[in-house]
């Protein structure tokens, strides 16, 4: 996947390809689980996985932006909105909002920004 990555952000056309946008997808979802990081503490700091920075960006690239009407309220973009927070164990208070690629952690409560 890291490989994938690496090759499409040097070469955009590159993403023409399923098998890119496939590995670019599948690093969102592992982000999204909080099984990859963009940031990791380390004893100097914290550590940029680059790579990884580079699937968000190119995430965007390869979505379309799409409408989507919860009235009262119309959100355009190019990410989904994160659901299912009651099986993810995190409470969401009205308002609050998070998009898919966000990790929520368990018993994490989400409020309005």
């Given amino acids: 996947m890291k490989e994938l990555i690496l ?3 040097s070469n955009h056309e590159l993403l023409k390809d399923a098998k890119y ?3 670019v997808r599948a ?3 592992e982000v999204d689980k909080g099984r990859l990081r963009v940031a990791s503490p380390s004893e100097k700091g914290w550590v940029v996985n680059e790579w990884v920075k580079q699937a968000i960006l ?3 690239s390869i979505q379309p932006i799409q409408t989507w009407d919860v009235p009262p309220f119309e959100f ?3 990410m989904l909105l994160k659901k299912n927070y009651k099986e ?3 409470r969401a208070v009205p308002h609050a909002v998070a998009r898919y690629g966000a ?3 368990k018993n994490v ?3 309005p920004s």
């Fill in 76 to 78: 355009y973009d190019k």
């Fill in 109 to 111: 409560v989400l409020m």
């Fill in 27 to 29: 690093a969102i979802e």
């Fill in 88 to 90: 993810l164990g995190v």
């Fill in 7 to 9: 090759e499409a952000w």
């Fill in 103 to 105: 990790y929520l952690a």
């Fill in 58 to 60: 190119l995430y965007f």
């Fill in 21 to 23: 946008t496939d590995a």
